[in-house]
């Protein structure tokens, strides 16, 4: 039997690089958030997989192609000194497509735990939003929401960005 992995699981846009109202799939328009490449190589360095968890629902309404995000997710690891263990992504809309993989559904999430033998008890969640803590709580994961001081049940901790989130986990 193979050891459970601790993992560190990420929403991308909001905690890996900033947020855009109008979509990030452009590699012009991508700003990795200061302090992201630090967390990700503490991380690394204390034994935690990371795997981003992404609704790119602009795919859904044609506004860019699973190649954009696949191209952004590129630029991503190499920022990240490829710190990313896996990425998984939901190209989907309600207004479209019903999917459980879309957060807050959970489909991502048991993928992921399944493929990488997770141990949900030491791992956490990062989102900025409620809809990204949702399924953490399901399976068990700590977790944190980052630039939002939106109370919320679903958020164990709070913090500034990734940076401050990386204190919290490793201390």
């Known amino acids: 039997m193979t050891t459970k992995q601790k993992c560190i699981f990420l929403d991308r846009?909001?905690?890996?690089?900033?947020?855009?109202?109008?979509?990030?799939?452009?590699?012009e328009e991508l700003f990795i958030i200061e302090g992201v490449t630090q967390a990700l190589l503490d991380f690394k360095k204390a034994g935690y997989l990371i795997i981003i968890i992404t609704n790119q629902s602009g795919i859904a309404k044609g506004i860019y192609t699973k190649a954009d995000v696949m191209n952004i997710h590129r630029l991503v690891q190499e920022a990240s000194n490829n710190a990313l263990d896996d990425i998984f992504m939901a190209?989907?809309?309600e207004t479209y497509h019903n999917s459980l993989s879309r957060k807050p559904g959970s489909l991502m999430f048991e993928r992921a735990i399944s493929k990488h033998n997770i141990d949900t008890q030491n791992s956490w969640m990062v989102g900025d939003k409620e809809?990204?803590?949702?399924?953490?709580?399901?399976?068990?994961?700590?977790?944190?929401?980052?630039?939002?001081?939106?109370?919320?049940?679903?958020?164990?901790?709070?913090?500034?960005?990734?940076?401050?989130?990386?204190?919290i986990i490793l201390k």
């Open 13 to 27: 846009d909001g905690v890996i690089n900033k947020d855009k109202v109008d979509y990030v799939y452009k590699p």
């Open 131 to 167: 809809r990204d803590l949702i399924p953490g709580k399901k399976f068990g994961l700590k977790t944190i929401l980052v630039e939002n001081k939106k109370e919320t049940p679903f958020a164990d901790f709070y913090a500034e960005n990734l940076l401050g989130a990386s204190k």
């Open 91 to 93: 190209p989907y809309h």
